[in-house]
């Protein structure tokens, strides 16, 4: 057995586990509870390891300096936090609404163009499901719409070239029905990497940009016909919820919709939203 198999890892104090917690809830808005000190040990030793340290006292220092390499670590550290599961059709439930009953009422109302955004997108399932939706809604009612986009956001730069890299394996596309993978994904030329990639039809759809929900308000230019934010919010504190919510609908059309995650609620928060199906929300047409 060699040397380095039994170093002993680095073990996470509490001063030192508080420092991290603090950053993040405040940085990132994360709830960090004392239980969660053991997971962020067990995520940041992989950052030790990769940096040669020793100990955390060395890691802090480090990435809680100034200059161009703490902001690097920094981002690394929210990465190795973060919870960054997905996949395609995720809560499938969301897209049958679109397809049955919010782009039917769309294009009965006229609306021409459809704005989509997905906050928090990952690693991109979530914004190439809506790419595919919309394009299926497009082959099957032709003239009902005349284009459609998709913004994407993150706060992770990591996730976020993953997702404009769309190349997945064959096992995330495995419970798609076959006509959709064929008409939407391209099956990798060399047969032993098992990968897939988004065809460029759909890629070109979406457009990805770094965007952290702390941030005091979101820069985007055109208001949004629907907006998803899955599986999130649910790390945030109930405030931090309604605060996020609050500036993600400021981008919603009145009648626009919001979709959160299957185990998200806006229960006791003051918002002009109205429940109109599971997760599923509309924002108040002001009269
Ligand atoms: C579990 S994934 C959800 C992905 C997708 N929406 C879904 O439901 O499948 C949560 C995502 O939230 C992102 N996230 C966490 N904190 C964030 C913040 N403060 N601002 C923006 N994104 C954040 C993470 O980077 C991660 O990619």
Redesign the pocket.
Known sequence: MGAEFLKKQAELTDKQFLKIADFIQN????KMPEQKKLMVQSRLQSRLKALGMESFDDYIAYAFSTGSHSDEEIALM??VI??????FF??KQHFDSMMTTILPEFAKNGFSKIDIW??????G??PYTLSIVMSEYFRTHPGAFSDFSILA????SR?LEKAENAVYTMDDVEDLPFDMKKRYFLKSKDEAAQQVRVKPEIRKKVRFER????DSSYPIETDKHII?????LI??DKPTQEA?IRKLIEHLIPGGYLFL?HSETIFGMNLPLRNVGPTMFRKEIER
């Open positions: 940085n990132v808005g994360i929210i990465d973060t919870t960054n599961l997905t996949s995720r809560e997905s906050a928090a997108c990952s690693s399932q979530e956001t993150d706060i992770s996730m965007l952290n929900f702390m998803f934010c899955r599986n999130a790390y945030f996020v995650g």
